[in-house]
């Protein structure tokens, strides 16, 4: 099994910048992608960025993209959102996940962490 603990959040202003670290451990030789996803309150769960675990395929929901970066370091088997030009709508609890089976990065994850609120002021 794979398991998943995320740190980074905190409280930013907006127009400021935040990385979350999701630090991964367990069977990683099993896992296909590994993900970021977030909620508000009210709403449902909503993808914001994944990545290929061994190859350098990520992908990026609309609203993040150009501003959120994806990365992985593989010798700390940690994977970062880089968070930039934040924006108050931006304000979610952000969990990693991460999946075993392809191919598509968007949908399919089945092992969760606990979640990093991530709050932006106006």
């Known amino acids: 099994q794979v398991q998943l603990v995320e740190s980074g959040g905190g409280l930013v202003q907006a127009g400021g910048s935040l990385r979350l670290s999701c630090s991964v451990s367990?069977?990683?030789?099993?896992?296909?992608?590994t993900g970021w996803f977030r909620q508000a309150p009210g709403k449902e769960r909503e993808f914001v960025s994944a990545?290929?675990?061994?190859?350098?395929?990520?992908r990026y929901e609309e609203s993040v993209s150009g501003r959120f970066r994806i990365s992985r370091d593989s010798a700390k088997n940690t994977v970062y959102l880089q968070m930039n030009s934040l924006k108050p709508e931006d304000t979610a609890v952000y969990y990693c996940a991460s999946k075993t089976r392809g191919p598509l990065l968007v949908t399919g994850y089945d092992t969760w962490g606990q979640g990093t609120q991530v709050t932006v002021s106006s």
């Open positions: 367990g069977r990683t030789d099993n896992i296909f992608a």
């Open positions: 990545t290929r675990w061994s190859a350098a395929v990520t």
